[in-house]
């Protein structure tokens, strides 16, 4: 193993030079730096990542645990995805503040706004410890003592590797368990909303827009990292200062043009390209069709909600976007997988690969086709009621979630605690309960629980089900509606005024009736039903499939020696680059590069919630004030790329040759969508918001120069 784990090394970067061109997201303490620079990049691998020196990593950010931010200047302003700021926004928003619909704007730093909650971490040093993890280890280790023996490994590594309580370090698997890298991190808390235009700029475009070119969406906002009077991560204080970082990112002002060199360096989240096709079959014709139909319903609901009031509008905002956000990826992906015949390049590579297998003396890679296959399809119905469990719980309606908030408070009740540990679990409660109660309407919520529940019972295997959902079928005749009147006139859970009356000031014993209630009983059977009948079966098929997964990516290393292998991505540090290219994405159809002001104008539809445009922007365009941020005359807005980029990436910077900021990623075609699975050099492409949009947003419509005035700009 330690032969394979060095060998993989030298695999990786040795066999750099064959690269399909942007397919790929590269570790950068791994990056196939000639090919690189063959393809245009100035810098060298020590100027992307330096443990040593101040490198582009030093301003790479990732943001909230699941965006990408930069820092662009040296007061620690960073700059992300008006979507990814978006929940902060929405917490600070109210309907006599409302920054998701006017923007926002800090005119100095006494004027930027504490966001609770958020943090900003950086990557201190990432190190390859495969050997100590994978040490005596071999193909006839027992899975589960395998399993022991890496988390045992991995947890000593990580807790000799942090240097104090800003830092937290985690050994992370690649290559499906082929490699394993420390990746040490260090985490601010204090960090504030600088800047946010308004949705009409921001989300323009909305849903409609959302995974589409051609695009014209100034999805940015702007927050800033402070620190102690020593520079050090510190929780908020009034007094902290703006942090000093290493390395901050000069921002061209020289224009994109197409061929450019680019490369985005972030934290893409998730990418599964070994899946086989079993898996694939499982995705495209199973799941996403269930969630996607789940979602329009849902959405259906929410949206003409949010179409009807203000309040609502602001209650839902970022719950809405969670949900239409994947709901629109899954379409794109299906399509393009389609289109693609995805299906069956699987099914080809996996013959080409059982011959290959046929004739190797290794029995392990003889078995793994079929063990695959046959664990697949033995998983599928927990795999979709797991999948399922997770669309109703996180993205259904919120009083199945929120009904296990209450427990830590039951459990003291009744374990008989201290008072003042009822107290505190109280507290907690109540703070749950707001937190809750805030984010709903019970109206709409009501509706919700009805389209969704109707499709989770006929979407899932009967014995599978939790037992209060069965008792739909059994004991009120299947009718979801009427059963969900019921639940939300009778629920207390559903009931603010009674809900919070009770737990804050209601007796111990009287809190505990809650258990009696239908909706608390109803999440409860949610919960125990995963854990006991669920998750214990899909765990344990899981941790299987990922050893045969480990076999079967190791083999095919072997088997296909000239072939380019990347590893999944798995929300840590990558850097994947391309340039700047349009592509045709259907037959008799082109994609250009660069979108221009031009077309935000041909969409603007005054009053509409989505292609409503601010005033000021509009004179802006007819003065043609675009200050110094034109190209021949008119504003660029976005641009198309060929770097390979997923949910993660939103925020990440797209960097020119020179190490210049020249964009911000934040979305990919809808035909690219694929590419979590697939990846089509000739269709798939990242979008990004060209800077200087950004910049022209910033100064010329929000009058917020003195932000510009801290950043490096690079004329020539
Ligand atoms: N817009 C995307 C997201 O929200 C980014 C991507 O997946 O390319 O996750």
Redesign the pocket.
Known sequence: MKRIASWLTVFLVGFSLIVRAHEGMWIPILLDIDNMQRHGLKLSAEDIFSVNQASLKDAIVHFGGGCTAEVISEKGLILT?H?CGYGAVQRLSSVENDYLKDGFWAMDHSGELPCAGLTASFVDRIEDVTDEVLEGITDETDIAERNLMIAMRSAQIAARSTDGPAYSAEVKSFFHGNQYILIVKKTFNDVRLVGTPPSSIGKFGGDTD??VWPRHTG?FAMFRIYANADNQPADYAADNKPYAPAHSLPVSMKGVKEGDFTMVYGFP?LTEQYMMSTGVEYVTEVVNPIRIDMRENSLRVIDAAMASSDALRIQYAARQSRIS??WK?WIGQNMGLERFNALEKKRNFERSFSEKAASSQNEYYKAVMSVLHELHTEMRPYQLARDLFIEVVFYGPQIIDFSRKLDGLFATIEEGAEPDVIESEREKAVRAAKRYFKDSDQRVERDVFEVIIQRYLAAIDPGLQPEKVKEIRTRHGGNVSAYADRLYAKSILANEEALMKLLELGSPKKILKIKNDEAYLLGQSFFVGFNEQIRPQYDAMRAVLEEAMRIYVKAQMEFFPDRTFWSDANSTLRVTYGKVEGCIPQDGMAYLPHTTIEGVMHKYKPGDVEFDLPERLIRLYEEKDFGPYATDGTLNVAFLASNH??????GSPVINANGELIGL????SWE??MS?IMFNPDICR??SVDVRYILFVVDKFAGASWLIDEMKLVHN
């Open positions: 995805n979507h959302n995974w999805d989240g956000n994947a990826k980029t997923t949910g993660g990436n939103s990623n934040f979305d990919r690219s969508t979590d990242n979008i």
